[in-house]
């Protein structure tokens, strides 16, 4: 269950903005990416209000669009004057670090998805509070994963896989033993 909420609040903290160019998913918005991730968690901790379990992802690419409704949802005008603020200084539009934030999240949901079918099994034998969070984190993922099948090209996924281990590395502080057992298991599961 940890895990489930674990995925979607890594999910959420890494939502929060691309215009339509060809592609947002390089090595070079990557490192920018990561440089502004120590400032946009001390951002949502500053705004702990908000509640990604009510996200209703529309079908569509346009990620302005689903940077304006989400954060309409989720987050209070303070919320949203302060994550725009930081992704001014850090040269990102709030499009282009949606489309990022998502589409870098995509590996970690194809490693959720096993853990989903174990935990939708499970869902029967859960006090009925808890099932009915369960239920709708697993459908919060499931939209997201649907959303990324139908807007990533399969250079970007090709991408984001030879990308996903500095990624991982720079955010969990893997050593070099680490991540090549961590990019084995990628390989494997592909």
Same mark, same amino acid.
């Given at each position: ?15 929060? @903005? =691309? /215009?339509? =160019?060809?592609? +947002? ?14 400032? #946009?968690?001390?951002?949502? =901790?500053?705004?702990?209000?908000? &509640? ?11 990620? %302005?669009?689903?940077? &304006? ?7 209070? /005008?303070?919320?949203? $004057?302060?994550?725009? %603020? ?9 499009? *282009?670090?949606? *489309? ?11 490693? +959720? ?6 935990? %939708? ?9 808890? $099932? =009915?969070? %369960? ?10 994963? /649907?959303?990324?099948?139908?807007? #990533?090209?399969?250079?970007?996924? *090709? ?5 996903? @281990? *500095?990624?991982? !590395?720079?955010?969990? @502080?893997? &050593? ?10 990628? !390989?494997? #599961?592909?």
């Amino acid at each position: 269950m940890k895990v489930m909420n674990l995925a979607v609040g890594c999910l959420l903290s890494l939502f929060i @903005g =691309a /215009t339509q =160019a060809s592609t +947002v998913v390089t090595k070079q918005n990557l490192q920018r990416y990561l440089t502004m991730l120590p400032e #946009m968690e001390a951002l949502e =901790a500053r705004f702990p209000e908000v &509640d990604s379990s009510t996200l209703e992802l529309q079908s569509h690419c346009n990620w %302005q669009r689903h940077y &304006d409704t989400t954060l309409s949802k989720l987050a209070t /005008t303070e919320h949203r $004057r302060a994550l725009e %603020q930081l992704l001014k200084q850090h040269n990102f539009t709030p499009a *282009e670090y949606t *489309e990022l934030s998502f589409k870098f999240a995509w590996t970690s949901l194809q490693m +959720v998805e096993p853990m989903m079918e174990m935990m %939708q099994q499970m869902l029967e034998y859960m006090p009925a509070e808890e $099932r =009915a969070e %369960q239920e709708a984190e697993m459908h919060n993922l499931k939209q997201i994963t /649907t959303l990324l099948n139908q807007c #990533m090209t399969n250079a970007e996924k *090709e991408t984001i896989t030879k990308l996903t @281990g *500095e990624l991982m !590395q720079q955010m969990m @502080g893997m &050593d070099e033993e680490s991540m090549q057992q961590f990019e084995q298991l990628l !390989q494997q #599961m592909q």
